[in-house]
C-alpha cells in the first residue's frame, strides 16, 4: 500500500483524535485491531518483510530518506524531507501512546510489523518499523496497546 491504512475500526483512533488527520495519514490501531485490519488479500508485513524492503532502499541508515514523502515533514535543524525513491510516501504520523497521548507528530511515522512476539510478563509487545526524523528507520518493540500506523502487503 502507498498510504496508511485508513479503515474505521473499533480499536483505532485519528492522530490527535481528530477525524481531519485521517484524512492524511491514516488511522492508528492497536496491536489487536491491526492485526485483522487489512482487507482480504492482504496482511501486516512480517518482520522479514520489513527488513527485505529496508535492506533494498539501502540499510537502516539510507531507507528513512527514500521512505518519507518529499512534503509534510516539517523541515528544520533535526528533520529532513524525504526523496519517496519508491512511491512509499511515508508522512509524520507519529504515533498514540496508551495514556492517550499523541508522540512525534511531524517528527517519525510508526508501522505494526507482523506477529513477532517477545512476551515478557505482564507486557506483550509486538514488532513495528519507525521511519523517522533523519535518514533513518529502526526497529523495536511495542505496547500491545500502543497506536501505531499501518500498511498492508498483498498476498
Known amino acids: 500500500m502507498a498510504k496508511n491504512l485508513n479503515y474505521n475500526a473499533t480499536g483505532s483512533t485519528c492522530n490527535s483524535n481528530d477525524n481531519a488527520n485521517c484524512t492524511t495519514y491514516g488511522r492508528f490501531y492497536d496491536w489487536t485491531t491491526a492485526k485483522s485490519a487489512c482487507p482480504s488479500g492482504w496482511h501486516l508485513p512480517s518482520k522479514d518483510e520489513w527488513s527485505t524492503l529496508i535492506d533494498f532502499v539501502g540499510g537502516t541508515a539510507k531507507a528513512g530518506a527514500k521512505l518519507k ?13 524525504g526523496t519517496d525513491n519508491y512511491g512509499f510516501a511515508a508522512l509524520p504520523s507519529g504515533w498514540g501512546s496508551p495514556n492517550g497521548g499523541f508522540l512525534q507528530e511531524s517528527a517519525g511515522a510508526h508501522y505494526w510489523g507482523g506477529s513477532d512476539y517477545v512476551i515478557s510478563a505482564p507486557f506483550i509487545y509486538a514488532y513495528s518499523l519507525i521511519v523517522s526524523h533523519n535518514d533513518y528507520t529502526e526497529s523495536e518493540y511495542e505496547l500491545e496497546d500502543a497506536f501505531l500506523s499501518v500498511r498492508c502487503v498483498q498476498n
Open 69 to 81: 514523502a518529499t512534503s509534510g515533514w516539517q523541515v528544520g535543524i533535526i528533520v529532513t524531507s
